[in-house]
């Protein structure tokens, strides 16, 4: 049973516009959110990550929302880009253990 | 990439018979995963490694077989591949977080 539950499974997006893609989780002991970005043919590759002391990241057009009550967070990717057309991976872990539980991925195309 | 090396990073083997994918790192690094990605299904982990001889199975290990004899290798054994073993493996490493070789394309026919 995944952990972590992710959706959409695919998005189409307009180049410039936003792509939201969401997580939930329901293990509370959760504390560490990696977001990972994978190309075509490549190892997924960590994009960025949030602890849930904070509500929001933001690393240049890439944004972490997160919502620890409702047990969900988010990526944005602002402005989106035909480069950024990738399979996000959100993922989580407990402290003290060194493993990632996955969602099941989202695939984003940026329509030039 | 993190100094991981996988291989071979492509093969096709027959119903039955046993594979043995390689993970080689360069930093010394503790801890060691091998992960297993399907459509639908993400990034699953088989088995990891916290150290030389060390290891523990995840949440998909039947099937799978694991060693580690050295820290720079940690190596999958599939005893007798079925066409369910047919996925891309990823091998991984810890340091802060995780960070993943570039893959293994399994096909078993």
């Known amino acids: 049973q995944q952990q972590v539950k992710q959706s959409p499974q695919s998005l189409i997006v307009q180049k410039g516009g936003i792509s939201i893609i969401n997580c939930a989780y329901e293990?509370?002991?959760?504390?560490?959110f990696p977001w990972y970005q994978q190309f075509p043919g490549k190892g997924p590759a960590l994009l960025i990550a949030?602890?849930?002391?904070?509500s929001e990241k933001k690393e240049g057009r890439f944004t972490i929302s997160f919502n620890k009550s409702a047990k969900q967070f988010s990526l944005h990717i602002m402005d989106s880009q035909p480069g950024d057309s990738a399979t996000y991976f959100c993922a989580a872990s407990m402290e003290g253990d060194y493993k990632l539980s996955f969602g099941a991925g989202t695939t984003v195309t940026v329509r030039a | 990439d993190a100094g991981i090396t996988q291989s071979p990073r492509h093969k096709v083997t027959e119903t039955g018979t046993p594979v043995t994918l390689r993970c080689h790192q360069t930093e010394n690094h503790r801890y060691m995963y091998w992960y297993r990605q399907d459509p639908g299904h993400g990034l699953r982990l088989i088995h990891y490694?916290?150290?030389?001889?060390?290891?523990d199975k995840g949440e998909v290990s039947d099937g799978y077989s694991v060693s580690r004899s050295k820290t720079e290798d940690f190596l999958l054994t599939l005893e007798s591949a079925t066409s369910s073993q047919t996925s891309v493996y990823f091998c991984?490493?810890?340091?802060?977080?995780?960070?993943f070789g570039e893959g293994s394309w399994l096909t078993v026919v």
């Open positions: 490694s916290y150290g030389v001889k060390d290891t």
């Open positions: 949030i602890r849930p002391d904070v």
């Open positions: 991984a490493i810890r340091e802060n977080t995780i960070y």
């Open positions: 293990n509370t002991a959760f504390d560490y």
